[in-house]
């Protein structure tokens, strides 16, 4: 039954020719009045609205007839019913299934780190007599990390599929509540059911390292071995919320006054980009072609670019090489002990700003050779995986600006500050379009200057305003928070954070670095 009390063109009742059309029998087709001909019934058989021509024609003989009304309210309580539960249980449930995953991804790190530096002394010890053991019991490590971080990112994938599924279906009820839409809320079929049923949990028996005395004569036998990696499922090893324990993620409160904890002087006339290597060792790039690595202040490394020329942008990978980008030879290089290997060479467009995921992936913002073009390319080593160019519709996401900081949340969105649209843009990891922020609608600040960005392990997004002198702070969603504009900021440029949410920000002109705790 369709309510057509919005159609543009009048249509009238079949029967009377006279009233306007309120009901449509879904058997027959015919359209009836508000008023005398307003005779639809709902038969539970068959689960359609239909009329009482239908009725009489013996199409539903024995069939349960029940008031339309009726029907469409225990069907309004049926959507009710369903949308609190989305709202109460189910999605919450898989959110915190979500943060379990990324806890558990996150201490991954630390064991393998450990086991890796137990094998690693142990093999010093014994170095020229067992380095061929040494090697491949790393390798095995390596080996079981891979496919242990491999289980979680593919079930990390498939509850954020759920979620996102889930998300959309609350939506779609409020939709249909909203709208008083007779035919949808007939036609709503509920995906609960579907829902209730939780993902296997893996289990991962973590593996270890044993080591033995040293015996010469059974070197083989006694150096030690690493347990196998064990990985199961649980079929039952989630069980969801109850509305009463539905929680939100613990979250770091700010600091009403932020603290400027020191000033680091880079003796760069200009900076441009800080990136952190360490809680206390961080990577700088200014006006030339030398990047220096600086550690409260003393420089300890200095590295040249390749091509001699000045550097676009840099980043530190997962493992702690330095990235970086050469806008002259259009080339993304990675530095490892001084090693300068070229990794990316472009064609036609040229490399701008440069971010290294968490995945050990590198983002490059890039524009075309003619200055029309802007997008965001994600690579693996030297292979291209994706393009981030256009929204749904065919527009361009980004301005063809050449400055576009990058960073990635812990949602693995891509936010890229886009200077010349004045704009903070924000892309999910499939490229989607997910906001964009112009600044604080109720400011007396000025025109918005967005320049370095970051994010913390809160996930809340970080913006340089380059000409206000602040840093913009939001959370996920894009929504503001508060402003960081007491610690004597002059023209910040690059921003980074490190390991305990300490904000490091590049001044463009001082050739300062200001290290702010702010949470």
Not at 323 to 332: A, F, G, I, L, N
């Amino acid at each position: 039954m369709d309510s057509l009390d919005k159609a543009q063109v009048l249509l009238l009742c079949d029967l009377c020719q006279r009233a306007p059309l309120q009901s449509h029998c879904e058997l027959c087709h015919i359209n009836l009045c508000k008023t005398t001909h307003r005779n639809i019934v709902n038969c539970e058989k068959c689960d359609i609205p239909v009329c009482s021509t239908c009725i009489s024609s013996g199409k539903h003989h024995g069939h349960i007839i029940t008031d339309i009304l009726q029907k469409l309210t225990s069907k309004t309580k049926d959507l009710e019913i369903d949308l609190q539960e989305l709202e109460k249980r189910i999605h919450p449930t898989y959110k915190d299934i979500a943060l379990d995953l990324n806890s558990e991804k996150e201490s991954l790190e630390k064991h393998y780190e450990k086991l890796t530096t137990a094998v690693t002394k142990q093999g010093e010890d014994w170095y020229r007599e067992i380095i061929i053991i040494v090697n491949k019991q790393k390798s095995e490590i390596d080996e079981m990390k891979s496919k242990h971080l491999a289980v979680l990112n593919k079930q990390e994938k498939e509850i954020k599929q759920i979620t996102s599924d889930v998300r959309e279906c609350i939506l779609d009820l409020k939709k249909i509540l909203d709208s008083n839409d007779v035919s949808l809320t007939s036609g709503y079929k509920s995906r609960n059911a579907e829902f209730r049923s939780l993902p296997p949990k893996v289990n991962v028996s973590l593996p270890s390292f044993s080591s033995l005395q040293i015996n010469t004569e059974q070197l083989h036998q006694m150096f030690g071995s690493i347990s196998p990696l064990s990985i199961t499922t649980e079929e039952h090893g989630y069980t969801m919320k109850t509305p009463e324990a539905v929680t939100s993620p613990p979250v770091k409160p700010l600091l009403d006054k932020p603290e400027l904890i020191t000033t680091i002087d880079t003796e760069y006339n200009k900076l441009y980009s800080v990136t952190c290597l360490s809680d206390e060792e961080i990577w700088t790039r200014g006006q030339d072609k030398i990047m220096k690595l600086n550690l409260q202040g003393k420089v300890l490394k200095s590295i040249q670019t390749k091509s001699r020329n000045e550097p676009r942008d840099i980043a530190v990978t997962k493992s702690g090489d330095l990235v970086y980008t050469d806008s002259y030879t259009r080339s993304v290089c990675i530095v490892n002990n001084k090693q300068r290997q070229e990794v990316i060479r472009l064609q036609g467009w040229r490399p701008r700003n440069v971010y290294s995921t968490s995945y050990g992936e590198i983002l490059v913002n890039m524009v075309s050779d003619d200055n029309k073009q802007s997008k965001v390319v994600r690579y693996l080593t030297s292979t291209e995986k994706q393009t981030i160019q256009f929204d749904s519709e065919g527009k361009p996401i980004f301005s063809s600006g050449n400055l576009k900081y990058i960073s990635e949340n812990r949602n693995l969105d891509i936010c890229v500050a886009d200077y010349e649209a004045k704009a903070v843009v924000v892309v999910n990891q499939a490229g989607k379009l997910l906001f964009r922020y112009t600044g604080h609608p109720s400011t007396d600040r000025g025109s918005f200057y967005p320049v370095g960005i970051t994010t913390d392990s809160q996930s809340p997004i970080l913006i340089a305003d380059k000409i206000n002198s602040c840093i913009h702070i939001l959370d996920l969603d894009g929504q503001f928070f508060c402003y960081i504009d007491n610690c004597n900021l002059e023209f910040p440029l690059g921003l980074c954070v490190d390991t305990s949410d300490n904000l490091f920000v590049a001044e463009y002109d001082s050739g300062y670095v200001k290290k702010i705790k702010y949470m």
